[in-house]
């Protein structure tokens, strides 16, 4: 995994740990997310980790947030550059 898929599974995984701590209500999507999130956290954490399982994770997310409508999407299909679950909860756009 190159520096930026790295840290771009960093971001993905913070994204989703602060999303489950802000909606505790939501406890079925919450935890599919917790088991996303515990595969995107020890993937950010080495570089064995390919692009192509980055890609499966966002899929995942996206799956469980579009289905549950979680936030709304702007593409029909795959992943986002500007990715409202991620967008609304890194730490990176915190400030924005």
């Not at 995984?13 to 995107?40: C, F, M, T, W, Y």
């Not at 950010?44 to 192509?52: F, K, L």
């Amino acid at each position: 995994m190159s520096h930026w898929e790295r840290r771009e599974a960093d971001t993905l995984a913070d994204a989703i740990g602060k999303h489950i701590k802000a909606n505790p209500d939501i406890v079925k999507e919450n935890q599919l997310l917790a088991r996303v999130l515990l595969s995107v956290d020890a993937a950010s954490t080495t570089v064995d980790t390919n692009a192509g399982q980055l890609q499966r994770f966002r899929a995942d997310v996206c799956a469980i947030c579009r289905r549950s409508n979680l936030y709304e999407c702007d593409v029909a299909e795959g992943w986002s550059s500007a990715c409202a679950f991620v967008f609304s909860n890194a730490s990176q756009y915190a400030d924005l």
